[in-house]
T-cell receptor, first 108, second 111 residues
Framework: RKEVEQDPGPFNVPEGATVAFNCTYS??????FFWYRQDCRKEPKLLMS?????NEDGRFTAQLNRASQYISLLIRDSKLSDSATYLC?????????WGAGTKLIIKP | SQTIHQWPATLVQPVGSPLSLECTVE??????LYWYRQAAGRGLQLLFYSVGIGQISSEVPQNLSASRPQDRQFILSSKKLLLSDSGFYLC??????????FGPGTRLTVL
C-alpha cells in the first residue's frame, strides 16, 4: 500500500458544480496534513492546511478523519480557474509524503 | 518575507555530462531544505533533504548528490547524467515540519 494514495482522475466537472477528493494515508502517527495545487508545468503551491477540526477557506473545505486515515477536499461553485492537479500531503516530524495528485478539469 | 530561487529554469544536457542546480532561500534562517524530482505526469519524489549546513540525507540511491555549503544554499549535482535523470527538479524549504514552499523549478531534459 502506498503511503499516501489519491485517485489520479481526471475529474471532469462542469463549471459551478461541487467536487470532492479524498486522500488516504497509511501512517497513523502522521501529524500534519496539507492540500497543494499544481498548475501544468509549475511548482506546487499551498492551497490549505488541514486541521483536526476541519477548516474552510472560501469555496474550499478540508476535513481530516484520523480514525479512517483520510483527508478530503471539497470545492464548491467550481470555476474554470480551479482546473489543476491537487496534491495531498501528509507529514510527520520534518518529512512530508506526497500523493501523486488528482487532476481536475472544469468545463464551461 | 521569504523567497526561494532556483536556476536555471530550463536545461538541456547530453547524456554523460555533469549537472549543477542551485537553490537559495532568502528571509529565513536555518530552514529545512529539500530537493524533489517530478517525472512527467507523476508525483513528487524526494531526493535529498537537509536540516542544517553540511547535513544531507539521501532518500533514493542514484547518481545524484546534494550539498549545503551555506545555511540558505542547496546544490544538486551529478557527475554523469543519465537519460532517466530528465524531469522537473524542485527545491523547497520549511520550518520544523510545517508546510513546504517551493521554488519555480528547473526543467531538465537529458538527450
Amino acid at each position: 500500500r502506498k503511503e499516501v494514495e489519491q485517485d489520479p482522475g481526471p475529474f471532469n466537472v462542469p463549471e459551478g458544480a461541487t467536487v470532492a477528493f479524498n486522500c488516504t494515508y497509511s501512517n497513523s502517527a502522521s501529524q500534519s496534513f496539507f492540500w497543494y495545487r499544481q498548475d501544468c508545468r509549475k511548482e506546487p503551491k499551498l492551497l490549505m492546511s488541514v486541521y483536526s477540526s476541519g477548516n474552510e477557506d472560501g469555496r474550499f473545505t478540508a476535513q481530516l478523519n484520523r480514525a479512517s486515515q483520510y483527508i478530503s477536499l471539497l470545492i464548491r461553485d467550481s470555476k474554470l480557474s480551479d482546473s489543476a492537479t491537487y496534491l495531498c500531503v501528509v507529514g510527520s516530524n520534518y518529512q512530508l509524503i506526497w500523493g501523486a495528485g488528482t487532476k481536475l478539469i472544469i468545463k464551461p | 518575507s521569504q523567497t526561494i530561487h532556483q536556476w536555471p529554469a530550463t536545461l538541456v544536457q547530453p547524456v554523460g555530462s555533469p549537472l549543477s542546480l542551485e537553490c537559495t532561500v532568502e528571509g529565513t534562517s536555518n530552514p529545512n531544505l529539500y530537493w524533489y524530482r517530478q517525472a512527467a505526469g507523476r508525483g513528487l519524489q524526494l531526493l535529498f533533504y537537509s536540516v542544517g549546513i553540511g547535513q544531507i540525507s539521501s532518500e533514493v540511491p542514484q547518481n545524484l548528490s546534494a550539498s549545503r555549503p551555506q545555511d540558505r544554499q542547496f546544490i544538486l549535482s551529478s557527475k554523469k547524467l543519465l537519460l532517466s535523470d530528465s524531469g522537473f527538479y524542485l527545491c523547497a524549504w520549511n520550518d520544523q515540519g510545517g508546510e513546504q514552499f517551493f521554488g519555480p523549478g528547473t526543467r531538465l531534459t537529458v538527450l
